[in-house]
């Protein structure tokens, strides 16, 4: 009889400390915010991410829900850009038995809508005269990917 209380006692033991392990830390937020680099703001700008509101405000950031979005500004009333573009956001760590995981960390987006073509994240200048293209680059273990096309009206 004793040695059941010991064996169940044990149990109970071992089931507490696992119990009492760290969990994952929280994942981290996602924000986009809209830029223009001109003297005159685009004169529309339509994405389906949810997070930008029609009356969105420049230069101020929304949370955002992970995932890729398209979007379409004119510049001028003869031409548009469209593209799309990713949001992500950063996961929490797994904890140890002894202490909780790590948060990720708040990932900030940036779409910038120049007349010469959008600029999203950490992409560099987009040469000037450029039709359509791809940016791509890494933001650690993460890929920032920008497709856009120039469309004339």
Request: hydrophobic letters at 30%.
């Amino acid at each position: 009889m004793k040695a059941n209380h010991v064996v169940l006692l044990s149990g109970l033991l071992l089931t507490l400390l696992l119990a009492c392990s760290g969990g994952r830390g929280l994942d981290g937020e996602a924000y986009l915010s809209l830029h223009y680099n001109s003297e005159n703001a685009p004169s529309s700008y339509v994405d389906n991410n949810s997070a930008t509101p029609e009356d969105f405000d420049w230069d101020t950031d929304y949370n955002c829900e992970p995932g890729t979005y398209d979007f379409e500004y004119y510049p001028t009333s003869s031409f548009s850009w469209e593209g799309s573009y990713e949001i992500w956001v950063d996961h929490g760590k797994e904890g140890t038995y002894s202490s909780a995981g790590e948060d990720g960390n708040d990932n900030y987006f940036e779409l910038w809508c120049n007349p010469d073509g959008p600029v999203f994240g950490l992409a560099e200048s987009v040469p000037p005269g450029s039709q359509g293209y791809i940016i791509e680059d890494s933001l650690g273990f993460r890929h920032i990917r920008l497709e856009c096309y120039k469309v004339y009206h």
